[in-house]
């Protein structure tokens, strides 16, 4: 049997972990390669231009992973039955649960699933871009011919 405070608490944890879902790590903490018309000129500079790093999209997806188990939770207990001595009130504040969940988990899992998305586009594209800048740094740097 399921107490209000449990039911409040319950509540409070999905809003929870569906919220720190949404976060989208890859949105708020991967730079993109600069436009190719404002790339720098000097080889020597150690300013980082972009994040090649792939663990915010990495988080990202097991985020969503996380937001859908929550959405899938939530219609995989909508066909038990409640037990009989559950009142109609008990039954109508467990469906809300349910559905909180279900698109807490829904709109969690889409919005990082869309920052994963951005975040592995992202740093392939800064990886070839440090690929690049490296070959024409290189070439910058090599010692006239004789």
């Known amino acids: 049997m399921m107490y209000p405070d449990n039911m409040r608490l319950g509540r409070v944890l999905v809003i929870v972990v ?12 991967v730079k993109s390669p600069p436009p190719p018309g404002s790339r720098r000129q000097d080889p020597f500079e150690a300013i980082a231009d972009c994040t090649e790093t792939r663990v915010p999209a990495v988080l990202d997806t097991v985020a969503a992973g996380i937001a859908g188990a929550f959405a899938f939770l939530a219609v995989a207990t909508l066909t038990g039955t409640p037990p009989p001595n559950t009142t109609a009130k008990q039954t109508s504040q467990n469906e809300t649960i349910r559905a909180e969940m279900f698109w807490g988990g829904l709109v969690g899992s889409g919005i990082t699933v869309a920052s994963a998305i951005w975040g592995f586009r992202t740093t392939r594209k800064c990886r070839e871009y440090a690929e690049e800048k490296g070959r024409r740094d290189a070439l910058w740097l090599r010692p006239a011919a004789p």
């Open 18 to 29: 569906i919220c720190s879902a949404q976060i989208g790590c890859s949105f708020a903490f």
